[in-house]
């Protein structure tokens, strides 16, 4: 199941084939996620730094966005060097929803491996439902990760393009006014991809952080087909609606990596404004 919740994982933490990684984030402060994770964490817990580590380098003119993938190659080291092995049960959290957690959740689904789920409420709720933290840090033993054939169930801007002029419905995950083009604080340009349809990736979870109802999720997604594109800003919150999605039956929706980041570096890509 792509989500667990925190009384679930609490009777496992003693498990030695789980492995918990705290993939807590900020894009004001890259450092941030490693100061909060050295402050206070779930017990056993890994730290995961996404910009770093979940991420590789950019073109020299943005090409593949702000968050491109890493090598397969790549991240088959950082796992080995996480301690995780193909048979582990990986748990992914963050401190806002998901939306930095469903990253990893993704990329390790996309190479294929069989477990893997994401905190619902992630450290607010763990704390809120009583459980413990600790600043202790954890080292776990190396492990060996096969190097998988590569990243699966990801297309790039021209896929995109042709998939847009073939009618493929495009979702965008980023906040509205970003969505709308009236705000870009991190992009070339402001706008969307033409065509594309909004659905915020903060809306899938309630007030608390936790997920919504999977009915309600369901109305969030209807009618986006089997196997839409998603993108953000550049490749991460995308992951949280294709999580998202796949509680509902989404089973085919890819991801576009590099993004909006990706598309508003290129000036010849057509950009749309307002609500369509």
């Not at 080995?80 to 048979?87: E, N, T």
């Not at 990986?90 to 390790?108: H, I, K, N, P």
């Not at 459980?131 to 190396?142: C, E, F, K, L, N």
Request: proline content about 7%.
């Amino acid at each position: 199941m792509a989500l667990i919740s925190v009384n679930d994982l609490a009777t496992q933490l003693d498990d030695a084939q789980l492995v918990v990684c705290d993939v807590r984030f900020s894009l004001a402060d890259h450092a941030q996620g490693r100061r909060d994770y050295d402050e206070a964490h779930l017990p056993g817990a890994v730290f995961v730094d996404l910009h770093t580590e979940l991420a590789g380098t950019p073109g020299p003119n943005g090409e593949g966005g702000r968050h491109p993938l890493p090598t397969v190659e790549e991240f088959a080291a950082l796992l080995g060097r996480l301690g995780i092995g193909p048979s582990n049960f990986v748990v992914a959290y963050d401190a806002a929803g998901g939306a930095t957690a469903s990253r990893l959740w993704w990329m390790l689904r996309s190479i294929g491996h069989g477990r893997v789920s994401v905190l619902d409420g992630g450290l607010p709720a763990w704390v809120a439902a009583g459980h413990p933290v600790t600043a202790d840090r954890t080292d776990r033993p190396p492990a060996t990760y096969p190097v998988p054939p590569g990243w699966t169930g990801v297309v790039d801007a021209e896929a995109v393009a042709e998939g847009v002029a073939l009618g493929a419905t495009v979702v965008d995950s980023r906040a509205a006014e970003r969505f709308r083009g009236e705000v870009e604080p991190l992009d070339p340009r402001a706008g969307h991809i033409p065509g594309a349809i909004h659905r915020f990736h903060g809306d899938n979870v309630g007030a608390d952080g936790t997920h919504l109802p999977l009915d309600q999720l369901a109305a969030r997604f209807a009618g986006i087909g089997e196997s839409p594109v998603v993108y953000c800003g550049s490749g991460v919150t995308a992951c949280h609606n294709l999580l998202a999605m796949s509680l509902v039956g989404v089973s085919r929706a890819r991801l576009y990596a590099g993004s909006w980041s990706d598309w508003s570096a290129d000036p010849d890509r057509p950009v749309a404004t307002g609500d369509a």
